[in-house]
């Protein structure tokens, strides 16, 4: 069966249709040997297709759908020009090459999402399907006044961003402990609406995506996600 050049990369996992539609965009695909164009179609039981030289292959390889404790310190690539360490470490066992879902910064832990599926992760991560993400964050500064402000409207970027869902949980000495839930991803998001409002984070920790909660997953290690898990992010 013919299907577009772009969706037969991503279901094999090799990286999101919108990367693979760069690629064929570059030349770097062809069909039979001619170089493809955006919107050709293939069939891959007949057509030979390659990815920068190499045959993507007739078959699709398993598909794997993970939650990983992502420690702070890793960077949520799979290589570093700086030579930091990343998330590809810690799925290195995985048979697989898994992609993330999405991004923690380096200074933050918690929930990854990770998969071959190209397919998911472009569904979880367009606008109109974007989970529900909530963090734990340690700040400090005046708990209640940081509250309120991040509960008024805000800008990051000269956009305005959603009213997020916030809970104080509680305060010891110095740090309050928060439950934020935001509905964007923008680009350290939690930590620059803390700092509008008067707030500093001095641990940020993802614990939930959508219905999908880290639990007490051990830092650093990866597990399947469940059936159920998944329809709910497919949802």
Request: charged share 30%; hydrophobic share 35%.
């Amino acid at each position: 069966m013919r299907e577009r050049l772009q969706k037969i990369i991503a279901a094999r996992g090799l990286m999101s249709r919108r990367a693979a539609e760069g690629c064929i965009e570059r030349g770097e695909v062809t069909v039979n040997g001619l170089a493809a164009r955006l919107g050709d179609s293939a069939d891959p039981e007949r057509d030979e297709i390659a990815l920068r030289g190499v045959p993507i292959g007739p078959g699709e390889e398993k598909k794997y759908y993970i939650m990983l404790n992502k420690p702070v310190g890793y960077v949520t690539t799979m290589s570093d020009e700086r030579g930091r360490h990343t998330v590809a470490e810690l799925v290195s066992d995985i048979p697989a090459r898994v992609y993330p879902v999405g991004r923690l910064d380096i200074n933050s832990e918690g929930l990854l999402l990770m998969t071959n599926d190209g397919e998911l992760a472009n569904h979880i991560m367009h606008p109109s399907n974007e989970k529900k993400k909530t963090y734990r964050v340690l700040v400090t500064g005046d708990a209640a006044a940081g509250v309120k402000r991040l509960l008024e409207p805000m800008e990051l970027d000269g956009q305005a961003v959603r009213r997020p869902e916030v809970r104080l949980l509680g305060t010891e000495g110095a740090v309050s402990t928060l439950d934020i839930t935001i509905h964007e991803g923008k680009n350290r998001q939690i930590r620059r609406m803390c700092e509008l409002a008067g707030l500093s984070v001095r641990r940020l920790t993802r614990i939930s995506v959508g219905s999908v909660r880290l639990g007490k997953l051990k830092k650093g290690t990866w597990r399947e996600l469940t059936e159920e898990e998944l329809r709910a992010l497919r949802s």
